[in-house]
Nanobody, 121 residues
Framework: QVQLVESGGGLVQAGGSRRLSCAAS????????MGWYSHPPGKQRELVAT???????NYADSVKGRFTISRDNAKNTLYLQMNSLKPEDTAVYYC???????????????WGQGTQVTVSS
């Protein structure tokens, strides 16, 4: 089995910071690309940031300069450092990972259950 578990969400004031974590566990052979997505209230899910297995990153324009995506491959963990938070950042944040399972022969996407981040003004 493979699962992704997000943590680190909560209530924070505008201008504050928060760090989200996403830990992958189970019968994992390798993890390729990973990313964070947000689901704001009343809107569709959208991309926040991605990071390749080699560490190349990509960010949505709305978070450039404020958020930093990183990964610790030894711990199978993805992070999102969120600085200078704005009320419009309020959303459920989900992590996604492209994972090849042990004894498997193809990669599949796995999603976490999400963690709520609420930014108050």
């Amino acid at each position: 089995q493979v699962q992704l578990v997000e943590s680190g969400g909560g209530l924070v004031q505008a201008g504050g910071s928060r760090r989200l974590s996403c830990a992958a566990s189970g019968s994992i052979f390798s993890i390729n690309g990973m990313g964070w997505y947000s689901h704001p209230p009343g809107k569709q899910r959208e991309l926040v940031a991605t990071i390749s297995s080699g560490g190349l990153t990509n960010y949505a324009d709305s978070v450039k300069g404020r958020f930093t995506i990183s990964r610790d491959n030894a711990k199978n963990t993805l992070y999102l450092q969120m600085n200078s938070l704005k009320p419009e950042d309020t959303a459920v944040y989900y992590c996604k990972a492209g994972i090849k399972r042990a004894f498997g022969n193809r990669e599949a996407d796995y999603w976490g259950q999400g963690t709520q981040v609420t930014v108050s003004s």
